[in-house]
């Protein structure tokens, strides 16, 4: 049975990366046309004419004004995933048309619904409008992962991991010596993880971009709604300072960051990473600073996780792995995702 939960949402790309181009990717299994309108609206359909399968994104295939030109035979499709012409007779059969996929622009995001398109609710989609913001100043890439979804929840669950995987970049002693809080809530869907650092070691990526040195107060407030969007929210101050009963925060840095876990097969996996900051919102040198950090974080982690499927591939079945109290939150979110995929939910291990 697949692992992957269908009748979701997720990333399918950043809105830059659709034009006036045609543009394909894998999302759960299912390989989606994507191009944008003259108007400007993007649109999604399965990447395969439905004459003799050839890929819509593959060259000589093109787009024509609002229309899609196979490349193979000249089948044409209008922005609707309608056949509006076929080679050699007048008449185009009515079942002529590309499955579509409901598709909405929103916070710097592509979202494409997998699944049922009748259930599709744009209203269900988790919100980070601060990575389309004003006051927000946001650097972004993407990774390949040769790793099955799950192992990149279960590593941005538990950032203990930093302190040994990422040490030098964002991972300091007081990470993995932090206990955390986890909150689950069910109703919403979402999954919380807290750890508050009250006088910690300041590590080079937030040195370097913050200016702040020495020790510092770093909180790491995790939001994971799955399956897809995962946010962290990070705040750095000097030790001692709290926010304003109000909520304003005027002492502390601000960082978000952002992560789409989109499946593209079972074994494989797009890793969206961004990173937003409410400071240095016109310094170039942090904007590149963060970009290279952050994304030499994400190849470490990637660098793991791709041994781990490759363990996992060649284990015998049934392997029982031991969990402790930093796993709350990953087990967690893993129950959430068994039960989105249909599967049964196992039982709270005992720790
Ligand atoms: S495969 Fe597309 S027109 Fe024949
Ligand atoms: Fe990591």
Not at 114 to 138: K, N, Q, V
Not at 142 to 161: G, K, T
Not at 294 to 315: G, K
Request: glycine residues 8%.
């Amino acid at each position: 049975m697949s692992t992957i939960p269908r009748d979701q949402w997720y990333v399918a790309a950043y809105t830059a990366e659709i034009g006036r181009e045609l543009f394909s990717r894998t999302i759960c299994g299912d390989p989606i046309l994507f191009w944008r309108t003259e108007a400007g609206e993007v649109t999604a359909h399965a990447d395969r004419c439905v004459h003799r399968r050839f890929p819509l994104s593959q060259a000589p295939s093109r787009l024509v004004g609002d229309t899609v030109v196979c490349g193979y035979h000249g089948f044409t499709y209008d922005a609707g995933g309608r056949c509006v012409a076929v080679p050699g007779q007048t008449r185009v059969p009515r079942t002529a048309r590309l499955a579509q996929y409901p598709v909405v622009e929103q916070d710097s995001l592509v979202w494409v619904w997998i699944g049922d398109p009748e259930l599709a609710d744009p209203g269900r989609i988790p919100r980070a409008s601060y990575l389309d913001a004003p006051g927000w100043t946001t650097v972004r890439g993407m990774e390949p992962l040769a790793a099955r979804y799950s192992l990149l929840v279960d590593n941005l669950l538990d950032l203990s991991h930093e302190t040994y995987l990422h040490g030098g970049y964002i991972g300091t002693p007081e990470v993995a010596q932090t206990p955390i809080s986890t909150e689950v809530d069910d109703d919403a869907g979402i999954v919380y993880v807290s750890r508050h650092m009250a006088d910690a070691e300041c590590p080079p990526f937030y040195e370097r971009s913050t200016g702040l040195s020495g020790r510092i107060s770093r909180w790491q407030d995790i939001e994971y709604t799955p399956p897809c969007l995962y946010k962290l929210h990070s705040r750095i101050a000097p030790v001692g300072s709290v926010p304003n009963p109000d909520g304003s925060d005027p002492d502390a840095f601000h960082v978000e960051v952002v992560y789409a876990i989109t499946p593209e097969t079972e074994h494989s996996t797009h890793d969206f990473w961004l990173v937003a900051r409410d400071f240095a919102l016109d310094d170039e040198g942090v904007s590149a600073f963060l970009a290279e950090q952050n994304r030499t974080v994400v190849l470490q982690d990637v660098e793991a996780l791709d041994v781990l499927e490759q363990v996992i591939a060649t284990e015998p079945a049934g392997y029982q792995e031991l969990s402790v109290n930093i796993d709350t939150g990953g087990l967690a979110a893993r129950r959430m995702l068994t039960r989105m995929a249909g599967g049964a939910v196992p039982a709270v291990p005992a720790r």
